[in-house]
């Protein structure tokens, strides 16, 4: 498995400002996405970090609220931008790879909204 | 809406009892599915996966059954302990490895 590294783990973010989440892998992957999971929710996919290319956003996320970069086989980073108390949530990165593994997720960046 | 759900929000389940989670999909199409683990302050770690020409596997004390004629997905975890209280999730692979959720299952396990 991948281990998968996310910072920050916490923070405490005033409205109106934005984040940006690093996600970091211990090797290359294929795949990278990154997930959203609101208190007591389940997981919804915001969007795929594509390397070298613009990310491919799910229905109901733009890229104008959440960019995100992939430099590299082993990087990505996704940005919250103008926050409001409703992003409160856990930002997930996971990864796969095209061999046919499954997917992996990191432990989660907690983000709250004041 | 979500193509994955779970039949129920909560379980409880005594110590050393086997433990079934069950999982409702409706897309007849899907291929892949897995089963994660959510601790409490932590990310979902994978538990087993299947594909969609498998009926069964095995892992380490679970075991993952999957009924395409009913569109069901069930995990089974033998003898039960108290690090198996968690959220668990059933997932489905939309496409590309895109997951689609559901809803997640409570595993509460007494003591």
């Known amino acids: 498995s991948a281990v998968i590294s996310q910072k920050p783990s916490r923070d405490i973010c005033q409205r109106g400002t934005s984040l940006t989440i690093q996600c970091q892998v211990d090797s290359q992957v294929t795949m990278m996405f990154w997930y959203r999971q609101q208190p007591g929710q389940s997981l919804t996919l915001i969007a795929t970090?594509?390397?070298?290319?613009?990310?491919?956003?799910e229905s109901g996320f733009v890229i104008d609220k959440f960019p995100i970069s992939r430099p590299n086989l082993t990087f990505s980073t996704l940005t919250v931008s103008n926050m409001s108390p409703e992003d409160s949530s856990i930002y997930l990165c996971?990864?796969?790879?095209?061999?046919?593994?499954?997917?992996?997720f990191g432990e989660g960046s907690w983000l709250t909204v004041v | 809406g979500e193509s994955v759900g779970l039949h129920l929000p909560t379980l409880s389940v005594q110590e050393g009892d086997n433990s079934i989670i069950n999982c409702a999909y409706s897309n007849s199409a899907s291929d892949y599915f897995i089963w994660y683990k959510q601790e409490s302050g932590k990310g979902p770690q994978f538990i087993i996966d299947?594909?969609?020409?498998?009926d069964k596997r095995q892992g380490q004390r679970v075991t993952v059954l999957l009924n395409k004629t009913v569109k069901h997905l069930s995990l089974q975890i033998a003898a039960t302990q108290p690090g198996d209280s968690a959220v668990y999730f059933c997932?489905?692979?939309?496409?590309?490895?895109?997951?689609?959720f559901g809803a997640g299952t409570t595993v509460t396990v007494r003591a």
């Open positions: 970090a594509n390397q070298g290319s613009e990310a491919t956003y």
């Open positions: 996971s990864v796969g790879y095209d061999s046919g593994n499954t997917i992996y």
């Open positions: 997932a489905e692979n939309k496409g590309d490895y895109k997951l689609s």
């Open positions: 299947i594909r969609s020409n498998m």
